[in-house]
């Protein structure tokens, strides 16, 4: 039934996307993030109290399973937002927890969106 249904979307949605041209600016904003309160924080925008959250796999080393939680978090951001507003560094708020069990390190990070402010 999956199949199916993969197949006809794909017959349905892929035509669209070859014909309809899809501007930078499309792709970088969604229009979705103008529901949230959005206010000035050091030469960026950002949601005041809208959080984000991102969670990586097991990994052996902590650093890879942090940047893994960083990757979950700028993914869903940008498709959420626009890639704009999925990046992590820009974020605000930011905090990061890792655990180890049975010798891998599996972590999570949680921060507020921001993108940079456009210059004039």
């Given at each position: 039934?999956?199949?199916?249904?993969?197949?006809?979307?794909?017959?349905?949605?892929?035509?669209?996307?070859?014909?309809?041209?899809?501007?930078?600016?499309?792709?970088?904003?969604?229009?979705?993030?103008?529901?949230?309160?959005?206010?000035?924080?050091?030469?960026?925008?950002?949601?005041?109290?809208?959080?984000?959250?991102?969670?990586?796999?097991?990994?052996?080393?902590?650093?890879?399973?942090?940047?893994?939680a960083i990757v979950a978090w700028e993914d869903f951001t940008a498709w959420e937002y626009g890639s704009t507003w999925g990046r992590f560094k820009s974020a605000a708020s930011r905090t990061q927890r890792c655990d180890k069990s049975t010798g891998l390190w599996q972590c999570s990070v949680r921060a507020r969106p921001c993108k940079r402010r456009k210059r004039r």
């Open positions: 039934m999956k199949l199916i249904f993969a197949i006809i979307l794909s017959i349905l949605v892929f035509p669209v996307f070859q014909i309809t041209p899809i501007s930078a600016v499309q792709a970088s904003e969604t229009g979705f993030a103008d529901m949230h309160s959005l206010r000035r924080e050091k030469g960026k925008i950002c949601m005041v109290s809208h959080f984000h959250s991102g969670s990586g796999k097991e990994f052996k080393s902590k650093r890879r399973a942090i940047k893994d």
